[in-house]
């Protein structure tokens, strides 16, 4: 199984970054191809240009690069900090940049000119691996606006069917055991998530 792995988060010695590491080492013991970003550490531009808003408009070879990826991946997994109820802006560009209409989803006429998005990626389970120092239910109660962003807004929109979340909060209380077994519960269930696409659970 081919899975992308993209890492937002700026610094190299994060808990993120401990996270993405394992999940990566552990799909690649498991056999699965993985492909991992690091968007901070690459450089990623995150800025939505005019090149980007034309369909058949010339777009620089990075962004080309990461459509690719995301269309030919069996699963994706998504690895960043929760900030202010949103992913870094960073990952948020990356988003805009690389879901491409035409690529990631498309409007469909219903029958009466109105245009409802259908979904068009391959991948139908992603796994969202988030860092916060604080729980939703303790800022917001019981709307959690990241998870509404990523599972309804972006994915759901682009078809994918299977969304697993888990938050590791807080982590600025956390001891080095408890994210030692944080580790470890990435690494499972990235295994448990990819898995099963090989497996064809639905």
């Given at each position: 199984?081919?899975?992308?792995?993209?890492?937002?988060?700026?610094?190299?010695?994060?808990?993120?970054?401990?996270?993405?590491?394992?999940?990566?080492?552990?799909?690649?013991?498991?056999?699965?191809?993985?492909?991992?970003?690091?968007?901070?550490?690459?450089?990623?531009?995150?800025?939505?240009?005019?090149?980007?808003?034309?369909?058949?408009?010339?777009?620089?070879?990075?962004?080309?690069?990461?459509?690719?990826e995301l269309i030919a991946a069996d699963a994706l997994v998504f690895v960043h900090p929760?900030?202010?109820?949103?992913?870094?802006?960073?990952?948020?560009?990356?988003?805009?940049?690389?879901?491409?209409?035409?690529?990631?989803?498309?409007?469909?006429?219903?029958?009466?000119?109105?245009?409802?998005?259908?979904?068009?990626?391959?991948?139908?389970?992603?796994?969202?691996?988030?860092?916060?120092?604080?729980?939703p239910s303790s800022e917001w109660g019981i709307i959690d606006p990241l998870d509404l962003?990523?599972?309804?807004?972006?994915?759901?929109?682009?078809?994918?069917?299977?969304?697993?979340?888990?938050?590791?909060?807080?982590?600025?209380?956390?001891?080095?055991e408890q994210r030692e077994a944080w580790l470890a519960e990435a690494e499972r269930i990235?295994?448990?998530?990819?898995?099963?696409?090989?497996?064809?659970?639905?």
């Open positions: 199984m081919r899975a992308l792995v993209i890492l937002a988060h700026p610094g190299q010695e994060s808990f993120n970054h401990a996270i993405a590491k394992h999940v990566v080492d552990r799909l690649q013991a498991d056999g699965h191809d993985a492909h991992f970003h690091d968007l901070y550490w690459e450089k990623f531009d995150p800025i939505l240009g005019t090149e980007d808003l034309a369909r058949e408009g010339q777009l620089p070879a990075e962004v080309v690069s990461h459509c690719e929760n900030w202010w109820g949103q992913p870094p802006a960073i990952m948020k560009g990356w988003v805009d940049r690389v879901f491409r209409a035409g690529m990631a989803y498309r409007f469909v006429d219903r029958g009466d000119g109105v245009g409802i998005p259908e979904g068009m990626l391959k991948a139908d389970r992603t796994l969202i691996l988030n860092t916060a120092n604080s729980t962003w990523w599972r309804s807004t972006v994915l759901g929109m682009c078809g994918v069917k299977h969304v697993e979340r888990r938050l590791f909060a807080p982590v600025v209380t956390s001891t080095v990235a295994s448990d998530v990819v898995g099963a696409v090989e497996l064809g659970v639905g």
